[in-house]
């Protein structure tokens, strides 16, 4: 395989990769719009907008292949990683304990039946 | 009081300082080092008691299943939020975890949200309980696997970081 074979192929493959990427970030934004609570919104800003972003980022890391952008880039993957889940955390947190969310909506609440058992 | 300088988290500072300037040379690392143990005594973190085994097979595992899960948890909310005139049905469970530690508990909970399913919502480390939202549950069944799910998950975890003891004090059996 020559030099100029990988390059068409990382390039091939980084225009896949944006792609997909912003197609779950797409979604992503649709289900922030659509889903009916609080909650549900919270899947959509933490699972297809982080593979969305990871995604994108590997485009870019694959259409620059430059050392220190790559490197940059990686940072972002892992710290968006580590954060998502604790900010989708608190708010939902914060929503189910000042009642910003519709009971009506969910099977069941097993949180509520035990909020009042303990408390730490 | 004396601090001891925690150096794992030296060495991770180090390494993101490194990566920040994007350059590998002696100057940046060193230049890391001294951010490290400047941040890690000017605002030291109660530690973490890890008192695991680092499992390479476990750990292994329990990667590729979080990058396939990953995927799939992504592209199943894209599925529900795409698909027109469809309303999904929430529910709040709550996930007793097998292990008491802190760290387990955090990193069960951090895997969870990422993965098919599931966002937590709140965490009790006394009882060592997850509160979990599913967001499309359909029914009781739905929700007993989302519960089957996280259990695994922690399984998986603990069978990549935990001890032989934390094992059989989780209940689980020590597979050789």
């Known amino acids: 395989m020559s030099a100029a074979w990988w390059t068409s192929f990382a390039d091939a493959a980084a225009a896949v990769c944006l792609l997909g990427g912003s197609f779950l970030a797409f979604a992503a934004g649709v289900g922030v719009l659509r889903f009916p609570d609080l909650l549900a919104r919270m899947h959509a800003v933490t699972k297809p907008q982080t593979l969305?972003?990871?995604?994108?980022?590997v485009g870019l890391a694959l259409r620059l292949r430059t050392g220190a952008t790559v490197w940059a880039l990686l940072l972002v993957v892992v710290f968006a990683m580590l954060t998502a889940p604790v900010a989708a955390h608190l708010v939902g947190r914060a929503a189910h304990r000042t009642g910003r969310m519709s009971p009506e909506r969910l099977l069941v609440d097993e949180l509520t039946r035990d909020a009042h058992?303990?408390?730490d | 009081m004396a601090r001891r300088v925690q150096w794992w988290s030296v060495a991770w500072l180090a390494g993101v300082w490194v990566a920040l300037w994007g350059q590998v040379s002696v100057g940046n690392i060193v230049a890391g080092v001294l951010v490290g143990v400047a941040v890690t005594v000017a605002l030291p973190m109660t530690p973490?008691?890890?008192h695991g085994r680092v499992r390479p097979w476990g750990v292994v595992r329990l990667l590729a299943r979080f990058a396939v899960d990953l995927v799939r948890g992504s592209l199943e909310v894209a599925?529900?939020?795409?698909?027109?005139?469809?309303?999904?049905?929430?529910a709040v469970i709550a996930v007793r975890l097998r292990s008491k530690s802190d760290l387990y508990l955090t990193l069960t909970a951090e895997l969870c949200s990422l993965v098919p399913g599931t966002v937590v919502v709140d965490a009790?480390?006394?009882?060592?309980?997850?509160?979990?939202?599913?967001?499309?549950?359909?029914?009781?069944?739905?929700?007993?696997?989302a519960r089957a799910h996280v259990l695994e998950q922690e399984e998986r975890l603990l069978r990549a970081l935990a001890s032989d003891e934390e094992l059989a004090e989780a209940g689980l059996e020590v597979r050789r």
Request: glycine share 14%; aromatic share 6%; charged share 20%.
């Open chain 2, 48 to 50: 973490m008691g890890f």
């Open chain 2, 124 to 145: 009790r480390r006394l009882t060592g309980t997850l509160y979990l939202h599913v967001l499309d549950a359909k029914d009781l069944q739905g929700i007993e696997a």
């Open chain 1, 117 to 119: 058992t303990d408390d």
């Open chain 2, 79 to 90: 599925v529900v939020a795409l698909r027109l005139g469809y309303v999904p049905t929430g």
């Open chain 1, 52 to 57: 969305g972003l990871v995604l994108v980022l």
